[in-house]
């Protein structure tokens, strides 16, 4: 007895036997109906494993028994056969829940992995969680955070593109991780690319690899990230990013399921899930003309909203004390404690860095502390909400140090470079006196220690 159980719909027979044929060589027993009232009466009287449906049926649409799966059998994974190149269809379908699909003329190997996948997923099956998982690293108890943890839930057990918008620092990657590991390509690579990151001129060898000798430079052979990610998930963070010229190269592969590497005619075919993610308005970008609308249509099937911190004020001092508690691991020292002051200050202040400015501020804070709690000015939040104007200990505004910044670099990088200045200037001001360079910088000794840590600059620590 096989272990596994599919449903074929198609009206023309060679394509059932094909499908059936292929299936049962991978020990996958199977029915076959060549309309949608033969298969609904097959559904409804038996239990399947896999449905794989064609579009365009006698007496409808495959769609429809799409929908009707998804709706009374949501643990039954549901594939369609689309005509070739009929992109439209399949995102059609697949905003209606179907798990994935499969062009014609049937690639074998493609149809090959599909099943495998979808079987995946039905062997673990989760059902959508009532309550937040405890062990997510998705933190927070809030209405917001729920409804994110089932959204995830359900987009793990599909294919479809997922397009995750929401504010810089709001923990985009971390929902794309959570959505891979939630789902069946779990045991696969989760690959992500943080597109503004990668020179122009090197991102068509960066996402589909090169042949050695290709280009000047090329020494060797190189898989590139689309074949990296075979068998898992392919992140594409700050999509808007791409240059339009990529964005054409990209769309061809998302569509196509295969790459082609630079300096080869062969194309490479890939088994892959697109998430991508991005803190810009695309559809604003596609209107500007910045970004290209077909490829927007791919790859935003499905969208999924991640909320800001301010929208979801009763989780801050849960990430709080999670945060602190990393730190104190980290760097080997009692937790430091939030005093119900400064819980008071963080919960009335809007965050416009969400998650990843809290983890800043506290990290800030842990380093200013004495006795281990943390007072509302340790945390040194923004004196106005707009961020207007910030003042500094020396009467110096936040306009002064910005005159320096050029927009386009990196803000961390160059506070970062500024912070570094000032303690390397005390520390040769006291011929290396760390304590004397602590008193002078205004801080405590272990506050010197932890940022000479953090910067790389205590490999002269004896």
Same mark, same amino acid.
């Given at each position: ?19 059936? %044929? ?352 943390? %007072? ?34 990196? %803000? ?51």
């Amino acid at each position: 007895m096989t272990a596994y159980r599919a449903l074929i719909i198609d009206d023309e027979p060679d394509i059932r036997e094909l499908l059936q %044929l292929t299936l049962s060589r991978m020990d996958v027993d199977t029915e076959a109906a060549e309309s949608l009232k033969q298969a609904s009466k097959l559904i409804t009287t038996q239990a399947f494993d896999l449905c794989i449906t064609d579009m365009n049926l006698p007496d409808g649409n495959g769609i429809e028994m799409v929908k009707f799966i998804s709706d009374n059998y949501p643990q039954t994974p549901v594939a369609v056969l689309t005509a070739y190149g009929s992109m439209d269809t399949a995102v059609a379908a697949l905003k209606a829940g179907a798990f994935d699909f499969v062009s014609k003329p049937v690639d074998l190997q493609r149809l090959r992995d599909l099943v495998n996948t979808a079987l995946k997923l039905k062997k673990d099956a989760p059902e959508v969680p009532a309550t937040v998982d405890s062990d997510s690293p998705i933190l927070g108890a809030s209405d917001a955070i729920k409804r994110l943890h089932k959204q995830i839930s359900k987009l793990a057990r599909s294919q479809a593109p997922v397009y995750i918008f929401g504010e810089s620092g709001s923990g985009k990657e971390l929902v794309a991780r959570q959505i891979h590991e939630l789902g069946p390509r779990a045991d696969g690579p989760f690959v992500p690319v943080n597109c503004g990151a990668i020179p122009d001129e090197l991102m068509e060898s960066e996402f589909f690899g090169h042949k050695k000798g290709s280009f000047t430079g090329a020494y060797e052979d190189k898989e590139g990230l689309f074949i990296a990610a075979k068998g898992g998930t392919l992140f594409l963070d700050e999509v808007a990013d791409l240059p339009i010229h990529m964005q054409v190269k990209l769309l061809r592969a998302i569509q196509e399921k295969a790459v082609r590497q630079v300096g080869s005619q062969k194309e490479i075919s890939t088994d892959i899930r697109i998430l991508s993610a991005t803190h810009k308005d695309l559809a604003d970008l596609v209107e500007k003309g910045d970004f290209r609308q077909d490829l927007f249509y791919r790859i935003n099937v499905i969208q999924l909203s991640v909320p800001p911190l301010r929208e979801r004020p009763e989780d801050i001092i849960i990430l709080a004390k999670h945060t602190l508690h990393a730190l104190a691991e980290e760097w080997q020292m009692e937790m430091p404690r939030l005093s119900d002051s400064a819980c008071e200050r963080l919960q009335g202040y809007s965050f416009p860095g969400n998650v990843r400015e809290l983890e800043n501020i506290l990290e800030r804070s842990v380093t200013l502390c004495d006795d281990d709690i943390i %007072l509302p000015e340790h945390l040194h939040l923004p004196t106005g909400q707009n961020g207007d104007e910030v003042y500094t200990q020396e009467g110096a505004t936040s306009g002064d140090l910005a005159s320096e910044f050029n927009i386009g670099e990196s %803000l961390e990088d160059y506070l970062t470079d500024i912070e570094k200045q000032a303690i390397l200037k005390a520390l040769d001001d006291t011929r290396w006196n760390r304590t004397a360079a602590a008193k002078k910088l205004g801080m405590s000794f272990r506050s010197l220690r932890y940022r000479l840590k953090k910067l790389g600059l205590d490999k002269d620590e004896d």
